[in-house]
């Protein structure tokens, strides 16, 4: 079992996932179990997940994180992604997969400030 | 660099698609060759990702196939080609397939459309019930 | 003999970039490659020549004659060259002149050496690639080669005497043989005019897109002229990079100074905010004329839902307002500070 391979900290009501590694199945299955175990037992308002470390984001990646983001929703916690590559954010955008309805933020802080305006209903 | 699958004296690779992982063997084979011949961020990215969509396809259709990467020279031009080959079930409707966007049919979601966005060149041969071989080139900017 | 690898092609890009320290120049590119002459390029530009073994054993059997008039022949075709002003200034100095009048003569005795293969073909490359480097105009470098002709034919008469038909046989071997090599010399001129365009293409690139830092967060890139998918591609790579190591929370984007904006333009214009969206910034729009206004709506092209106006300065404070900053008058400011 490959879990716990995809570091999950906590700050503050906020889970913080940051991925460095090469995602495929099992990883991937293991990550979106692991959060949302977590979200569980810590009752986490928000999720962010930092992919600046990730050079090749594709299709099969981004449909993982948008529903690790919907999952996380249905539990009541808001996702960001932090830290896309201008390179990532070109080939994505220019594949025609825009991730529409996908919070993202510029890094870490400005997510946790995203979702602390979020959490007091400032943000549509 | 230290390929995992064959390296022949042309400067090529291939590599067996036979499990998930191997996708990822793929993608890093294709991000290290696209860096030593110094692409760029943005067209290491479209290669590399390229190369993940395609052999995702032939792994999600087909469970076994090949990937063959190579570097091309053309007078002083430099780019790279990749090679999918598998037997799988072939595709249908090609061009749906090569229409289609994220947004439709999920039965089909191989991506075919946004792939061929990131390359130069881009061909595909598929036959119901013989197979697929998708043949994709990109060059690297000249300045 | 140089053989083409990557190495010998690399260019060093002209980037605003660079430490300072010299310039790299560009290594001599390999001009067998950019023309790619094969054995098989070489075969049929033979064919299209009509240079035959014929040729070859006749060129060959002609080298008594060459020996016998090169030197002539080399001063009357100095004589031309330093006859006019324009081609004797390519030879300031007595040294240059016999430097390249020995070359011109390796080169003429080459003419009759009997052997045309790709050895042959580079050799006769560095000739004209010598001749561009010094900047000598294919005008000039064309016209020796018309006085070669013809000096050469008075000699060939002189040579065989009163065997006008084998006189003129031989005349036509060499003709083909120097039309080849002619070809050669000015395929090295072409190569290297696009090669300089290129790399003018790249810096000129490299200036278009002059990303502004506006103030803390806020970048602005004016877009001017006209946006093919090339400098699109370049416009939204360059916006990516900056946002990121800006840290940038708004990219204005005012498009005043770009002529035409139609579905193309427009699908580029909002592929970039889509990517600039991802990372987590905002783009605002500016510079929206009358006409692009009225053609984004007729043409039923989505940047309704972006950030837009009309006037860089009102996209300016919004951006402002993005960052919580506002724009006051200093007299508000001295008014409420009770001043």
Do not use: C
């Not at chain 1, 889970?15 to 460095?20: D, G, W, Y």
């Not at chain 1, 400030?113 to 959490?119: D, G, H, K, M, V």
């Not at chain 2, 229409?99 to 459309?113: E, F, H, I, M, N």
């Not at chain 3, 972006?306 to 960052?323: C, P, Q, Y």
């Amino acid at each position: 079992m490959a879990a716990g391979q995809i570091p999950i900290l906590r700050i503050g009501t906020t889970l913080l996932a940051t991925i460095q590694i090469e995602l495929h199945d099992t990883v991937v299955d293991s990550f979106q179990n692991d959060v949302l175990e977590e979200i569980e037992k810590t009752g986490a308002k928000g999720l962010i997940v930092d992919i600046s470390a990730l050079e090749t984001v594709d299709s099969y990646v981004a449909r993982m994180l948008a529903n690790t983001a919907k999952m996380a929703k249905l539990m009541g916690t808001e996702t960001v992604i932090v830290g896309m590559r201008p390179a990532v954010a070109a080939t994505l955008v220019r594949m025609g997969y825009f991730m529409e309805g996908i919070n993202t933020a510029l890094s870490l802080e400005e997510g946790l400030q995203l979702q602390a305006r979020q959490s007091n209903g400032t943000v549509e | 660099m230290s390929p995992p699958g064959n390296q022949d004296d042309t400067g090529s690779w291939e590599i067996r698609i036979d499990k998930e992982a191997d996708i990822v063997a793929v993608r890093q084979q294709v991000r290290e060759l696209a860096k030593e011949l110094r692409f760029d961020q943005f067209g290491v990215a479209a290669l590399t990702t390229a190369a993940s969509e395609l052999s995702r396809n032939v792994w999600v259709h087909a469970q076994k196939g090949v990937a063959r990467i190579s570097m091309l020279r053309n007078g002083n031009r430099v780019g790279v080609e990749l090679e999918f080959v598998d037997h799988g079930p072939g595709i249908a409707d090609l061009d749906r397939a090569l229409a289609g966007g994220y947004s439709t049919a999920k039965s089909l979601g191989l991506g075919l459309s946004g792939t061929r966005r990131l390359v130069d060149e881009f061909n595909i041969d598929s036959q119901p019930g013989r197979g697929t071989k998708v043949v994709i080139r990109k060059w690297k900017k000249e300045y | 003999m140089e053989q083409g690898d990557g190495e010998n092609v690399e260019f060093t890009r002209l980037t605003p970039n660079l430490q300072g320290g010299p310039m790299h120049q560009a290594r001599q590119p390999d001009y067998m490659e950019i023309l790619k002459l094969d054995e098989d390029e070489l075969k049929r530009r033979l064919a299209f020549y009509e240079l035959t073994d014929e040729d070859f054993k006749r060129l060959k059997s002609l080298k008594s004659f060459a020996d016998r008039w090169t030197n002539d022949i080399i001063e009357g075709l100095y004589e031309l060259i330093m006859g006019q002003p324009e081609s004797r200034a390519f030879f300031p100095d007595q040294a240059t002149l016999n430097r390249v009048k020995k070359l011109q003569n390796s080169y003429f005795l080459g003419l009759f050496v009997g052997t045309y293969d790709l050895g042959y073909v580079r050799d006769r490359l560095r000739v004209g690639m010598a001749h561009e480097r010094i900047g000598m105009p294919p005008k000039l470098y064309l016209g020796a080669y018309r006085r070669y002709l013809a000096l050469i034919h008075a000699r060939l008469q002189e040579h065989f005497k009163e065997n006008a038909s084998e006189a003129a046989k031989a005349l036509d071997s060499i003709r083909k043989i120097i039309f080849f090599d002619m070809a050669l010399a000015i395929e090295t001129y072409i190569a290297a005019y696009l090669e300089t365009m290129t790399r003018h293409q790249a810096a000129i690139r490299e200036l278009s897109t002059p990303v502004i830092k506006v103030y803390d967060r806020v970048l602005l890139l004016p877009i001017v002229g006209t946006v093919d998918t090339q400098r699109a591609h370049q416009i939204m790579e360059t916006v990516l990079v900056q946002v990121v190591e800006q840290q940038a929370k708004v990219m204005i984007l005012d498009i005043a100074g770009v002529p035409v904006v139609d579905t193309k333009v427009a699908d580029h214009i909002l592929k970039t905010t889509a990517a600039v969206q991802l990372l987590g910034a905002q783009t605002i729009l500016t510079g929206i004329s009358a006409s692009v206004a009225r053609t984004v709506v007729q043409l039923g092209l989505e940047i309704t839902r972006m950030h837009t106006r009309s006037k860089l300065s009102e996209g300016i404070e919004l951006a402002l307002s993005i960052v919580g900053k506002k724009i006051t008058s200093k007299q508000d400011r001295s008014e409420s500070e009770g001043v």
